[in-house]
């Protein structure tokens, strides 16, 4: 038999590395970035088309190259930036590896543009999928331009792996803030589909987070500063009190690098001890400088982890420095920053204070009731649905209401469906004419049934109820608003504002009037029927915040998303007590669910015990 061994062709060899290289968009936009910092470049642009699938481009004022250089860049181990191992475990620069451009080529068309300064004229090439096109001289300023266009362009598999532009410009935001962050010395600007989105200057570390992170920020940041042998810690952490239910706000970038460290987080963590509530996480933003010897950032081209030398010492350098500076700040909160206690309310909330209660004054008038029973007794006419709908949001209110009140015994509203599907579960004549009931633990409903109990959790069951009557109301787009008296401005970072945008459509669809939507700020004039005003701040940092963690598939959904976050936000939560009438409520909306068994996340909403299983524990 004759050899069977060939070496693979290098477009094809190009290929195959670049899926080491490039998942996605952000992927490119990393690269090209760290391509213009590593260039010395004082201001960066960044310009995306469709989250990155069909345009890429960084313009950076660096060093440039020479033509030769320029036509070298694409080949793979084609770097300017090692020349012997040693190099290795002294470096400066982003990248080493050379294998950014060639890979990049190798999925997209990219054209570079690229002139030093010492040239009088620069040199354009287009490569599409490794094979050069064209190579021309070109007037150009000085810098690079790197545009890479239709990603995945014939890797048509990955190109469909994609997500959603939400998802993807979401993942081109964190590395560009990622980037930005670690280099606030150097301008960046980045632009999508046309609209600026961000605009960076040149400052200092406080402003460049202020800039990305909102203007409110500015009044959160405790410094952190120490000098060690071993390391170096500055940046900041955020104040207690302004802990976020996410992660978004936790950056520690080691040498100019932004790493990921679940150890290091952890010593943040412990500083924090005692001053968190529960399933808040603090913000910080904490630049760590070590020995470039000490550390091995080297396990992955893409990967953000880090291997420390001496790890425990950093724990302990790291704990100690941020305790430090929480306790400076409790003692002598004013200290440091001009800061002007009112502004210590994130939101607008303060000044709005009086005004809250006229809003939601008489919570048991229900304008609808009695029409409501007419309609009843019409079904099929138009009318009738619209008030069915309103009666949907009424099972939303139910959960509010006992949330702020539960003490209170004012259902008077409620109006109680009584489904063909509930009646034959349901239809018993052991269970007894008045409580068929009873709540256990503040987190479970029982009840009898005709093969024996049933066991529903109150919080998974009222996340399907409110599920599935929210996605009906968006999908029929037939939401009923409530006017707010007074417009209710709420503060975002200009990336969460971003994502409020992308999802606006369905927020109105879902009952929410906007008058604006921009600059680190919504105003909201209208809320769906049945959401206070005073949860209105969770539903939307929810909502951001599942946007955020969320790894949508295939068939992301907007209003499925949506629907689920507010059905989240919205729930009766465990440790609730729920009057008889409450707890029937739950039991009767589920099971005329469409799909009762499990939440909208997929966990069981209630259990059974058949009589057998019962009579089998006495035996
Ligand atoms: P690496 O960054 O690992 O060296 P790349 O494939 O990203 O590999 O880039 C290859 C080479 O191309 C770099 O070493 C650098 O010399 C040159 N280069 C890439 N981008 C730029 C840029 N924006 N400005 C100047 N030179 C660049
Ligand atoms: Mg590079």
Not at 289 to 318: G, R
Not at 329 to 356: H, Q, R
Not at 362 to 374: A, Q
Not at 447 to 458: A, F, R, V, Y
Request: proline share 3%; aromatic share 8%; net charge negative.
């Amino acid at each position: 038999m004759s050899d069977i061994i060939q070496l693979l062709p290098d477009h094809v060899a190009n290929q195959i590395a670049a899926g080491e290289v490039v998942q996605r968009p952000a992927s490119v936009v990393k690269e090209l970035l760290e391509n213009a910092i590593d260039a010395g470049a004082s201001d960066i642009k960044l310009i995306l088309k469709e989250a990155g699938k069909t345009l890429v481009q960084v313009i950076d004022n660096g060093m440039g190259m020479s033509t030769t250089d320029a036509r070298l860049s694409f080949e793979r181990h084609a770097t300017s930036k090692i020349r012997t191992a040693e190099d290795l475990f002294q470096l400066s620069t982003k990248g080493f590896r050379g294998e950014a451009l060639a890979s990049i080529a190798a999925i997209a068309h990219v054209e570079l543009k690229t002139k030093r300064d010492e040239d009088e004229l620069g040199t354009q090439i287009v490569i599409e999928g490794s094979a050069v096109k064209s190579q021309e001289v070109v007037v150009t300023p000085k810098g690079t331009s790197v545009a890479v266009k239709n990603l995945f362009f014939n890797i048509p598999a990955r190109r469909n792996f994609l997500k959603s532009n939400t998802v993807e410009l979401r993942h081109v935001t964190d590395e560009f803030h990622r980037v930005a962050l670690a280099h606030p010395n150097i301008g960046f600007s980045m632009f999508h589909n046309g609209s600026e989105l961000f605009s960076l200057n040149q400052s200092n570390y406080r402003q460049r987070v202020v800039n990305i992170f909102g203007s409110k920020t500015n009044e959160k940041l405790v410094p952190v500063e120490e000098t060690t042998e071993v390391l170096k810690v500055s940046g900041f952490v955020g104040k207690p009190e302004f802990s976020k239910k996410t992660k978004s706000e936790q950056f520690f970038f080691v040498n100019n690098r932004f790493v990921k460290s679940p150890y290091l987080n952890h010593a943040i963590n412990a500083a924090f001890e005692g001053l968190l509530k529960d399933g808040y996480h603090p913000s910080y933003f904490l630049n760590l400088s070590v020995n470039p010897q000490t550390i091995d950032i080297n396990i992955h081209p893409t990967k953000t982890e880090i291997k420390f030398d001496d790890e425990h010492t950093l724990y302990a350098i790291l704990r100690s420095s941020v305790k430090h500076s929480l306790g400076q700040f409790n003692i002598a909160p004013v200290l440091d920053f001009d800061s002007d206690t009112n502004l210590d309310t994130p939101y607008d909330y303060k000044d709005k204070s009086g005004k809250t209660p006229t809003i939601t004054v008489d919570r048991s008038f229900n304008p609808f009731k009695n029409e409501f029973e007419t309609a009843k007794s019409n079904a099929g006419s138009h009318r009738s649905s619209q008030l069915k709908t309103q009666a949907h949001w009424e099972s939303l209110y139910v959960g509010l209401e006992s949330k702020s009140n539960a003490s209170k015994n004012d259902f008077a509203e409620v109006t109680f469906e009584s489904d063909a599907k509930t009646e034959s579960i349901f239809k018993s004549n052991e269970v007894a004419q008045e409580k068929t009931t009873y709540q256990l633990r503040q987190k479970y409903i029982v009840s009898t049934i005709k093969s024996g109990m049933l066991i529903i959790d109150q919080n998974r069951a009222h996340q399907r109820i409110l599920y599935e009557n929210l996605l009906k109301q968006l999908t029929s787009k037939e939401a009923t608003t409530q006017q707010l008296l007074f417009p209710l401005n709420i503060s975002f970072s200009n990336s969460d504002i971003a994502i409020i945008k992308e999802l606006q459509a369905d927020l109105e669809f879902a009952g929410f009037k906007f008058a604006d939507v921009k600059d680190e700020q919504i105003v909201i004039t209208g809320v769906p029927v049945g959401v206070p005003e005073s949860e209105v701040t969770i539903v939307f940092e929810q909502l951001i915040s599942d946007v955020q963690n969320d790894v949508p598939d295939q068939n992301f959904s907007a209003s499925d998303l949506l629907a689920k976050s507010m059905a989240k936000s919205l729930a009766i939560k465990t440790g609730q007590t729920l009057n008889a009438e409450e707890q029937e409520h739950i039991l009767n909306s589920l099971f005329a669910c469409k799909e009762p068994s499990v939440s909208p996340s997929n966990k069981t909403t209630f259990i059974t015990l058949g009589v057998d299983d019962i009579e089998k524990k006495f035996m």
